[in-house]
């Protein structure tokens, strides 16, 4: 199976796509004040890629139903990504009903 390993980094102002990434200091190791952030290989219910660091929008379909949950996606020391939820860490798998609607960097207040 082949895996697209991808990444963007936050540079402290503005999120850079992996294409916009000279990855010529990350040989070195040195990320200076970037954050880097992977590619988890699953794309939301939009298609759209689904990274490290982003937060995921879910609508309950079960009561209270049509309320909006948000849950951030980071890579566990379990070697695996997952979404955190309400002070437990959940594994990041069925994504078909998910929605990336921002980032921790850009848009915090989401998660408030």
């Known amino acids: 199976m082949k895996r697209e390993l991808l ?6 102002k503005k999120m850079l796509k992996h294409h916009e990434i000279n990855f010529s ?3 070195a190791g040195d990320f200076g004040d970037w954050e880097v952030m992977q590619f988890t290989g699953l794309l939301d219910k939009n298609k759209v890629r689904i990274y490290e660091g ?5 609508i309950k379909t079960k009561k209270p139903k049509g309320k909006k949950l948000y849950y951030p996606v980071f ?11 309400k002070g437990t860490d959940r594994r990041l798998c069925d994504v078909t009903n998910h ?3 921002g ?3 850009n848009n915090p207040e989401l998660l408030k």
Not at 7 to 12: H, K, L, M, N, V
Not at 54 to 58: C, E, P, V
């Open 7 to 12: 990444f963007r980094c936050w540079d402290g």
């Open 25 to 27: 200091w990350l040989q």
């Open 54 to 58: 982003d937060i995921l929008m879910w």
């Open 75 to 85: 890579f566990s020391e379990k070697g695996e990504w997952r979404i955190h939820d």
């Open 99 to 101: 929605e990336v609607i």
């Open 103 to 105: 980032n921790i960097y």
